[in-house]
């Protein structure tokens, strides 16, 4: 090939020297290895942002730890917002030992009267009860509730 052929592919005028025409495949070259480099920097930082949203569900019990490694790779696969997404659509495990006690807190203790903080937390067969015995108490639950006083 020609000098001038070649000075015309990479750009430059046909009366390019040959000393232009190398400083032109040198910057090639460096602008190909920092395309490399760039790759692989935005590669690791993907990898970062799933690796962080994959953790970030194992701790909020979206996931469990031995699921790990298979959503990581899902992320690869399918990018970060995808990810996000599907993991954004999964509800935490409810823990065993707070479904318990949960339903033990609503007991009051033996002769230990409960107190609520709003109407919609008494239950339904204690509502009757606390309207007729105890009206200052349901018109303080009402009001908290509904934000308005109850004419009872």
Do not use: W
């Not at 000075?7 to 009366?15: I, N, R």
């Not at 970030?56 to 298979?70: F, G, M, S, V, W």
């Amino acid at each position: 090939m020609e000098l001038k052929t070649i000075a015309l592919k990479l750009g430059l005028p046909e009366t390019a020297d040959e000393t232009a025409v190398l400083a032109k495949v040198t910057e090639l070259q460096a602008a190909a290895t920092e395309n490399e480099q760039l790759k692989k920097d935005k590669a690791g930082l993907e990898l970062t942002q799933v690796t962080s949203a994959v953790e970030l569900a194992i701790r909020e019990n979206r996931l469990t730890e031995d699921k790990k490694e298979h959503f990581i790779n899902l992320g690869k696969t399918i990018g970060i917002d995808s990810l996000k997404a599907t993991l954004d659509a999964m509800s935490p495990r409810a823990r065993l030992s707070k479904t318990v006690n949960s339903s033990s807190d609503t007991t009051p203790v033996s002769g230990e009267a409960k107190t609520y903080t709003k109407l919609s937390e008494v239950p339904e067969e204690e509502l009757l009860k606390l309207r007729k015995d105890n009206p200052g108490e349901y018109r303080r639950l009402y009001k908290s509730e509904y934000g308005m006083d109850c004419n009872i």
